[in-house]
């Protein structure tokens, strides 16, 4: 299962951003996935990846403290698309932005794994 991440740019604060990130998988032979929980982390340079937010596949959300009320993270299971709305965004909130999932692949086995982190995209914040 692969991941493409997309939605950054360049704002100024107080402005928003909408990141989507869609998950795909081998249809091959009649092949489908379950993405479970999936995340948005984001980090800067010299510093660790940190959690923004994690949606469960029952759609329970969890939040960093410095995002609450500000993010929104959800989820669309028909599209297998996860989205991060961020609003009231500071300068602070800059960083390279990065999504996985945790899966199960119906294939040839079953498989339980999770994504690897992509590119990422990158938002910037002016003040």
């Known amino acids: 299962v692969q991941l493409q991440a997309s939605g950054g740019g360049m704002v100024q604060a107080g402005g928003s951003l909408r990141l989507s990130c869609a998950f795909s998988?081998?249809?091959?032979?009649?092949?489908?996935?379950?993405?479970?929980?999936a995340g948005w982390y984001r980090q800067t340079p010299g510093k660790q990846r940190e959690l923004v937010a994690e949606?469960?596949?029952?759609?329970?959300?969890t939040y960093a403290d410095s995002v609450k009320g500000r993010f929104t993270i959800s989820r669309d299971n028909a599209k297998n698309t996860v989205y991060l709305q961020m609003n009231s965004l500071k300068p602070e909130d800059t960083a390279v932005y990065y999504c996985?999932?945790?899966?199960?692949?119906?294939?040839?086995?079953?498989?339980?794994?999770?994504?690897?982190w992509g590119q990422g995209t990158q938002v910037t914040v002016s003040s």
């Open positions: 996985n999932g945790d899966y199960i692949f119906y294939g040839t086995e079953i498989v339980a794994a999770r994504t690897n």
């Open positions: 998988g081998s249809t091959a032979f009649g092949s489908t996935f379950r993405l479970n929980a």
């Open positions: 949606i469960s596949s029952g759609g329970t959300t």
